[in-house]
């Protein structure tokens, strides 16, 4: 279902809001860096769900816009049916970060979703926004628009957190055909976290609120179904799960409730502790990624923090916009990536654009051994190996995150310094080398981890008791 928190700034040490989390899908993930691009009038692009999707639509063509904006994104291959490749968590160079996490809608809300359905994905909308948004509250107001205009196609009920360093809005799209949405501001104090996306009380009689956004037919179409007539309107009650927050949200909500209480407040340990924490972290989430929403001299010097599978068994690492390239084992592979068993590579094309026939995966990127799969590999050893694995493997990660935090700082501090000094394409090549560095060196630690731990279980037998308890990520 995917996993988001946002951190508003008045908690966080560095004065900065931080928006983190993963995606929880069953197939392949790669980072990817989008460069600005010029389109021609009358360019379009396609979106939707097909006749084979879990609940099928119908691909349509809409509008592109003239410009769109160069953004880093993780990609991925396969979730109900929704074409690949698939767009999961990111940001652009206005800033803007984009997570999606899953929040069904009541039942009669996906019964009624016509079969024939038109109209944008919720990745459509999460590539959307990376392309376009200029703003946290622009991202909001231009899903609106285009659900308005084009229709959605819902697998069911989706959430989206935008965010900006000024605030964040969480949005919820509804299943049902019916144009349903409702969005909440999050500001400086808040702390918030989506797994699923929620959205409770909205005060809809104070239509002018500035913290909440919804359609016209938001109220009006309660009343038609009979299910509210006056009172409190509960957003997730009556259009939702019904469940408000759920026990694993209120977990983590509180936890970093309390450690912004500290003097020290939160910073990036935190925030990667909150994703890669056991309780909430196991072999379905596909990848980590931590975004520290500042304002950048350049937007080039935008940095996230990556991880290549779920952080708990993977080390996060610093990507900027301004590279111009990542090394190949964070890009596509043909590992748990859908469709590959009956595609050939294509050695001429390294993306396929969608076609069947057509291999997403750039055959020089076969020729290395993918950062995902390394990471599900230590995931495996330390699930063997039981829980004693996770403070030696957590404790190694934590050490060189904490450095990297300190270099990632003193780099952006000489870049920004380059950048007014009119360097600003040097600096890029100096980051992109110290991030590349870093990337690689990840691995590194990564295959010296796996390799100790599969040492131990030498002699154990091939599938050894494990000394742990049912299953990471049981709170949920």
Known sequence: MSYAIYVGRNHSRTGHAWLAGYGDEPSSHWLEIVPAADHPEGATIEV??????????????????????????????????????????????AGVAVRDVWSTSRAELREMTPRDQRGFTYSDLARAVLERATSARGAV?????????????????????????????????????????????????????????????VPVDEPDHPDFL?????????????????????????????????????????????????PEKIGLEDMIWAIRTERLTGDTA?????????????PGLVPMWHAACGALSAPFSPVFLGQESI?????????????????FMDLRKAVSG???????????????????????????????????????????????????DALVAAHLKVAELAVQGGCAAE????????ANSELSAALALVRDLAAGLAAQLTGAGPHPAPDRPAGFGQIW
Not at 214 to 226: D, H, K, L, T
Not at 327 to 336: Q, V
Not at 357 to 372: C, I, N
């Open 286 to 298: 596909g990848y980590g990624q931590v975004v520290p929403l500042v304002r950048a001299a350049n």
């Open 327 to 343: 090394p190949a084992e964070y890009g596509p592979h043909r590992y748990l990536t859908t469709g590959e068993s009956h595609r």
């Open 141 to 201: 107001e231009l899903c609106a628009a285009l659900i308005a205009e084009h229709g959605e196609a819902s697998y069911g009920g989706n959430s989206h957190l935008f965010a900006d360093a000024d605030e964040a809005w969480v949005m919820i799209q509804f299943a049902g055909g019916q144009g349903l949405w409702v969005a909440e501001r999050l500001g400086p104090d808040s702390i918030r976290a989506s797994r699923p996306g929620y959205v409770l009380e």
């Open 48 to 93: 939707g769900v097909g006749p084979g999707a879990d609940m099928p639509g119908q691909r349509i063509a809409v509008p592109q816009v003239a410009h769109t904006l160069r953004h880093m994104r993780v990609s991925y291959s396969y979730y109900l049916g929704v074409p690949a490749p698939i767009t999961n968590g990111g940001v652009n160079a």
């Open 354 to 404: 969608g076609r069947d026939t057509v291999s997403l995966v750039p055959q020089r990127h076969e020729t290395t051994v993918g950062a995902f799969q390394d990471c599900k590999r230590l995931m495996y050893l330390m699930q063997l190996t039981g829980e004693g694995a996770l403070a030696p493997v957590h404790g190694a990660f934590a050490r060189r995150e904490v450095r990297l």
């Open 214 to 262: 919804y359609p016209p037919n938001f109220v009006s179409f309660a009343r038609e179904q009979g299910w509210y007539d006056q009172g409190p309107f509960d957003a997730n009650a009556i259009y939702g799960d019904g469940k408000g927050r759920w026990e694993g949200i209120r977990w983590i909500e509180a936890e970093m409730q309390a450690r912004a209480t500290r």
């Open 427 to 434: 600096a890029m090549r100096v980051l992109e080398s110290f």
